[in-house]
Structures are given as C-alpha cells and as structure tokens.
C-alpha cells in the first residue's frame, strides 16, 4: 500500500486509479544505495523510475566551464528519472546520494507489457503527458517577459510540481537549492535571490521546514501572484 501511495503523488501516474496503481506498484522493486554514489549519470541510457524511500540524492549538470550546477536536492517521497519509461531517451541529468538512499525501481523492460496488455494505462500515461507539456511550453512563455520576482515564482511553482510533495495542509514539502544555485539557474545575482525568498517568507508563502534547506511553500498563493501578473 506504500508503494501505491507514492506513485499516487508521482506527476505520470497521476489519472491511474487504485487497481491501475497496484498493477505498476507491483513491478517496483528496492535499491538500496550508500552516500556518495552515482545513481543515474547525464547522457547515459534512460530505462527506469526511481522514487525515494528513504534518504536524499543531488539532481546536477555541468556547465560548459565545467562548474557543476545543482538542479534538485530530493527527498522521501520524490522521483526521477519517470519519462524514461517512455521515451527511453539519454539522462538528462546526474543524480548522486546525498545520504544511504533506498529506492523503489521500475523499470521499462517491465512496464511495457503492462502497457501492451492495458492499454488505457498507456492512454492515460499519455494524458498526462501531453498535459505537462502544455504546462511547460506556457510557462516558458510567460517566463520569457518576467521580472527576476516572477521567474522566482514560476521557478518555485514548476519545482514543487515536480519534486515535491503536497501536505494535508495543502502546503508542499521540498528541498530547495541554495540562493546561489537558484540565482545561478535564473540568471541573477544571489542577493536579488535573497531579497525574493526574504519577503516570501515574510508573507509566509515560504515556511521553513526540519532540516536544511527543507521548506513548506503555499503553492497555491504563489499561483495567484502569477495570474495577477
């Protein structure tokens, strides 16, 4: 039952019901993996879902300088990898342990015959993605004439839909990068960073979590702020 929780919350499962969730859960398996190790690597083959039992991974890239920018800090609850099963493209990013990290894995080998024998999943799962594609491609136009404030709001809006979790209190869970790594990946300066995450928690949009870098962010208000832009 653990398991069908967690795919619940994954972004490509999201239009499954019950019994379509225990058919993929019960094709996870677990993979436990110690710190400072490699999980997936940038450009090579993609071919699974990882989701995160326990511990914490660094999703990251590299600059054409060679510096490495830090995309993600994920934690229980969250998922990688997840349009591999579709599309079997190469990674798109490097994800190393941060601590001792159990995952549950599924594999593509082992979804598609399901996908083949049921093909509503594969309808679905098709649904859906084409729905964060049109997410995506307006987001990207709407950032394209944003104030740095705004693409801080989009930026924080698009990483909780994809690496956070929502709470009973309607708020989601994530780790967020440091300002740096934030201002690094919009374009600014760490202090125009700072100066936005201060007054957002100030107007309690941004609450601090347990733990470094952990945060409660009232998606909801921030979609507002947006649609009022």
């Known amino acids: 039952m653990e398991m069908v929780n967690m795919l619940r919350r994954v972004p490509l499962f999201a239009e499954l019901d019950e019994a379509e969730l225990k058919s993929i859960a019960a094709l996870a398996s677990s993979i436990e993996m110690p710190k400072k190790n490699i999980v997936v690597q940038e450009f090579d083959p993609g071919n699974s879902l990882y989701i995160i039992l326990s511990g914490q991974v660094k999703v990251s890239t590299y600059s054409i300088e060679g510096r490495e920018v830090v995309l993600a800090l994920l934690g229980k609850g969250s998922f990688f990898g997840e349009m591999s099963l579709l ?62 404030p705004h693409r801080v709001f989009t930026y924080l809006v698009d990483h909780c839909q994809r690496f956070g979790h929502q709470g009973a209190d309607g708020l989601y869970r994530t780790i967020l990068p440091t300002h740096q790594l934030l201002a690094d990946q919009l374009s600014t300066s760490r202090e125009t960073i700072s100066r936005t995450i201060s007054q957002l928690k100030k107007d309690s949009i941004l609450q601090q979590g347990e733990g470094r870098g952990n945060m409660r962010i009232d998606v909801d208000k921030l979609e507002d702020m947006l649609n009022d832009f």
């Open 87 to 148: 599309d079997e493209e190469p990674r798109s990013a490097n994800v190393s342990t941060m601590q001792d990290c159990k995952f549950a894995n599924i594999r593509r080998c082992d979804l598609v015959p399901l996908l083949l024998e049921q093909p509503v999943i594969s309808l679905k799962l098709l649904t859906e993605t084409a729905s964060r594609l049109r997410k995506t491609s307006s987001m990207l136009k709407r950032v394209s004439s944003m104030d740095v």
